[in-house]
């Protein structure tokens, strides 16, 4: 008996993302912000908040 083609899409040949969790809760997290902090947005305090500063730069030489 030869074994089903997979579905596509579900290859597993590329690499994941490892999984981070909250660390109050344990529930999975998925927006940048809560990875960072490893705090999911319900259970972080508004101090604990990460400031973002927007600078003006020049730009890079040959860019």
């Known amino acids: 008996m030869t074994s089903p083609e997979p579905l596509p899409g579900t290859d ?7 999984r981070v969790t909250c660390r109050r809760c344990h529930r999975p997290l998925h927006d940048p ?5 490893r705090l999911g947005p ?8 990460v400031a973002r500063f927007d ?4 730009t890079l030489p040959g860019v």
């Open 55 to 58: 600078v003006e730069q020049e």
């Open 33 to 37: 912000e809560s990875r960072m902090l």
């Open 12 to 18: 597993t040949n590329r690499a994941l993302r490892p």
């Open 42 to 49: 319900e259970c972080r305090d508004p101090a604990e908040r």
